[in-house]
């Protein structure tokens, strides 16, 4: 069974201030998610990436695979009260359709 | 876009009686939906792996006739929770992919809630 390491479990941090949130595995994945969920809501896709090495940016979110495709991050910069939520990696195993998601990290930004 | 719809949002029941919750793609078709279970505080749990047109592959504890899933055309799964007890209480979160095979987009949830 493939686990996904996320990490830090819980974060609280001020507005203005970086974070980097960590998922890590020791195998390979096709592809990994990246979703924010707010309680009693399902998760919302933030990004997909695919390529080893690859950087997406949303605004003030920047996603990183690995090169060898096994880890990624999310970093955000300058938070803001409105990116408070849990954070979810969720990885795709080649040839197979089912995620495998990371405990997730709840974000708490304070004004 | 790629929206996907649950129905109900919540459900109160007795126990041992059945709820049925939908999980529709609303702009585009799936053939493969997925239902999930997350508890307080927890990650997503993969129940079930839902293909149109045969019948669902069910993850290890999940008992299938427990909890039967149907997926009768390209947008719309259904998962009916049979003789519910109060242990079932829980979220119920639906997923369905697109033919990239690559990402899965999430209903809002539905919150069950068994007496």
């Known amino acids: 069974t493939q686990l996904l390491e996320q990490s830090p479990q819980f974060l609280s941090i001020q507005e203005g201030e970086n974070l980097t949130v960590y998922c890590n595995s020791s195998?390979?994945?096709?592809?990994l998610q990246w979703y924010r969920q707010e309680p009693g809501e399902g998760p919302v896709l933030l990004v997909t990436?695919?390529?080893?090495?690859e950087v997406k940016k949303l605004k003030r979110l920047t996603f990183q695979f690995g090169d060898a495709r096994k880890d990624s991050s999310l970093h955000i910069t300058a938070a803001q009260p409105g990116d408070t939520g849990l954070y979810l990696c969720?990885?795709?195993?080649?040839?197979?359709?089912?995620?495998?998601f990371g405990k997730g990290t709840k974000l708490t930004v304070n004004p | 876009g790629a929206v996907v719809s649950q129905h109900p949002s919540w459900v109160i029941c007795k126990s041992g009686t059945s709820v049925k919750i939908e999980c529709r793609s609303l702009?585009?078709?799936?053939?493969?939906m997925f239902w999930y279970r997350q508890f307080p505080k927890q990650s997503l749990m993969l129940m079930a792996t839902?293909?149109?047109?045969?019948?669902?592959?069910?993850e290890q504890g999940v008992e299938k006739d427990k909890f039967l899933i149907n997926h009768a055309s390209l947008t719309l799964s259904t998962l009916t929770v049979t003789s519910a007890h109060p242990e079932d209480s829980s979220f119920y979160i639906c997923?369905?992919?697109?033919?990239?095979?690559?990402?899965?987009?999430f209903g809002p949830g539905t919150r069950l809630t068994v007496l």
């Open positions: 997923s369905a992919q697109k033919l990239d095979r690559h990402t899965q987009y």
């Open positions: 702009d585009f078709q799936a053939t493969t």
């Open positions: 839902s293909n149109e047109g045969s019948k669902a592959t069910y």
């Open positions: 195998s390979v994945f096709s592809s």
């Open positions: 969720a990885g795709a195993e080649g040839g197979s359709e089912k995620l495998v």
């Open positions: 990436v695919v390529t080893g090495g």
